[in-house]
């Protein structure tokens, strides 16, 4: 599907914000793990996390909607054949956290593969842990497909070379079925949602500084709520931020510490923003967001706050286009990996689009504030990020703005066109 943007005379209303992706996929991971029955209230129907839902289906788990985005998981029969053939999608998160689950479950095969997309991407950083603890894993030039022959594990001391959720959750849900105490330091705190919710659930989990701890546990079936996607957010949080005449509220929306990077970095440029009745459900803070229109000015973006913020950097890229001064955006480089190469890709369309951004070798540099002309066509790479990205970017362009391929967008928040045009 391509889609064409037009520029927007404001924003303004307020929305629930759909189900946080990384959450729903851990709700549904974790609670195949426990062997008994709970509910997962607003649990994401994006793309990635069916391939998630499906991937515990096939694991031998009972798991249906009994409302909209209202799911029954009843793992009591999981887990209980020798061999399975697990299809990931485009979803990294699945292959990365499930390739943990499964490597330290003796007599289980199992290959996961996933999409043209999905095949493109790093598996070594999962893999060399793994294997450290005894793991045995079938790959392509750690790339997947992936075969887990699953083993009894060891539990290892771990230090991360970058700051990655990905990676910890792997290691962590490995030792979860290890005996002995398995251990990750990461040079910053990636996001934690796997370390709050199995302790949520009841598993020997603990946390000092940039260190997670995991003994060998069974995590209990509890009901768990999903709060709203702040990544999902961050899109509405720009758009109203750059586009003039825009004062929005967004319910419902997490705002784990760990995940709040992109409000900080707003609140750096001189965004207005308000949190409203925050409070915590299931271990996680959750409240809602008033944004409005802001003049908005330079930042530097580096060093600990980025594994914060990750996913956010394409819009905020956007932001800075209409900020005053120079932003520079250093020690990304891992966005190289993600779907799509986003520093590369966002460069060269956003060039299209009359910003004045270079390419590093970890991030950007912008210069605003830039008048975007549009008038153009863009390309998603199959990314959903850039596409959402592009879309908050034509907001605020003078003319129309064609994306390419905008269907990518269902892989993380098929909510995300009437949402926004109920703003407009």
Not at 236 to 264: C, E, H, K, W, Y
Not at 308 to 332: C, F, H, M, N, W
Request: charged share 25%; hydrophobic share 35%.
């Amino acid at each position: 599907m391509n889609l064409t943007v037009n520029k927007s005379s404001g924003l303004n209303g307020e929305i629930v914000i759909p189900s946080d992706k990384s959450i729903s996929h851990r709700s549904a991971m974790f609670l195949a793990l426990t062997g008994g029955k709970a509910e997962i209230n607003n649990f994401s129907t994006g793309a990635d996390c069916i391939s998630t839902l499906n991937i515990i289906k096939a694991l031998g788990c009972e798991a249906e909607f009994i409302s909209d985005k209202h799911l029954v998981v009843d793992s009591k029969n999981a887990f209980k054949k020798d061999l399975y053939r697990l299809d990931c999608g485009n979803s990294g998160t699945s292959m990365r956290l499930f390739s943990g689950i499964l490597a330290s479950r003796p007599e289980t095969e199992a290959e996961l593969y996933g999409d043209e997309s999905l095949s493109k991407r790093p598996m070594r950083r999962i893999i060399n842990p793994l294997e450290l603890m005894g793991a045995k894993i079938k790959h392509k030039d750690f790339k997947s497909p992936l075969t887990i022959f699953g083993k009894e594990l060891f539990p290892i001391d771990y230090k991360t070379p970058i700051a990655s959720a990905q990676v910890k959750s792997c290691i962590l849900l490995a030792g979860l079925n290890t005996y002995g105490e398995t251990r990750v330091t990461e040079p910053y705190v990636s996001r934690d949602h796997t370390e709050r919710m199995l302790k949520y659930l009841g598993a020997d989990i603990n946390v000092k500084g940039n260190t997670v701890s995991i003994k060998k546990s069974q995590p209990e079936p509890k009901n768990i709520s999903v709060c709203g996607d702040i990544s999902s957010a961050a899109f509405f949080m720009t758009a109203a931020a750059i586009t003039p005449n825009s004062d929005v509220i967004l319910r419902n929306v997490g705002l784990n510490q760990t995940r709040t990077g992109i409000i900080d970095i707003l609140n750096q440029m001189g965004a207005e923003i308000e949190i409203l009745d925050e409070k915590t459900e299931c271990n996680e803070e959750v409240g809602d967001i008033r944004i409005r229109t802001s003049e908005l000015k330079a930042v530097t973006i580096e060093g600990e706050i980025i594994p914060r913020l990750i996913d956010e950097l394409p819009v905020i890229a956007v932001a800075a286009t209409q900020a005053s001064g120079t932003t520079v955006i250093k020690d990304a480089g891992d966005l190289r990996n993600k779907e799509s190469d986003r520093i590369k890709c966002l460069v060269t369309e956003l060039r299209k689009l009359g910003a004045n951004i270079e390419e590093t070798q970890d991030g950007f540099i912008i210069e605003g504030k830039s008048r975007l002309n549009g008038g153009c066509e863009v390309e998603c790479y199959h990314d959903h990020r850039l596409a959402m990205s592009f879309y908050t970017a034509g907001l605020v362009c003078e003319k129309p703005v064609l994306i390419n391929e905008f269907q990518w967008v269902d892989i993380s928040f098929p909510e995300f066109l009437p949402l926004i045009e109920s703003l407009s």
